[in-house]
């Protein structure tokens, strides 16, 4: 197959293996940024899930895997591993970044979860070890934030480490 290509001086005919040489290096850079903009816009926590991609295709078609168009079975799962995810031992951290990633999950089928309710998710996991800190947002008559939380659970929890 010949491509021809008209110039001010005449025309020029090109192979399709010559055209196709032409375009890769472009068409090889725009995929090469185009994943590194797909891949930068993925949490930190699912970027395991990715480690194999080499391409946008990849990128995609591994996005498309991890979060399938059930979204009503989806949104259970995600919903009852929210409502039943455990600090335990977990560093603050840890376990606020799983909330959160959850939390997302959900918003990608559709499910939008208030800083509230992530607030109310999170506070009766946080007994006994915070409890000055959850008596004082249960006792707070001015709302706080999910944000001013995390910073104040974090602080407490240096502190209690501290003081070991």
């Excluded at 409502?83 to 031992?89: D, E, F, P, Q, V």
């Amino acid at each position: 197959m010949t491509t021809t290509h008209s110039t001010d001086s005449g025309s020029v005919e090109l192979s399709h293996a010559v055209f196709t040489d032409l375009l890769a290096p472009v068409f090889k850079q725009q995929d090469h940024l185009l994943t590194s903009w797909l891949l930068s816009m993925i949490s930190a926590s699912l970027l395991p899930s990715f480690i194999d991609t080499q391409s946008a295709c990849d990128v995609w078609t591994t996005a498309t895997d991890l979060f399938p168009a059930d979204t009503g079975a989806k949104q259970l799962r995600i919903r009852h591993e929210l409502h039943s995810l455990m600090k335990g031992n977990l560093p603050i951290k840890t376990y606020v970044a799983w909330i959160k990633n959850l939390c997302a999950l959900l918003e990608t089928s559709g499910v939008r979860i208030l800083k509230e309710k992530k607030i109310e998710i999170m506070l009766p996991d946080l007994l006994p070890k915070f409890e000055p800190v959850v008596s004082s947002i249960l006792l707070s008559t001015d709302p706080v934030s999910f944000q001013h939380l995390f910073a104040t659970l974090v602080e407490c929890e240096t502190r209690q480490a501290c003081a070991l």
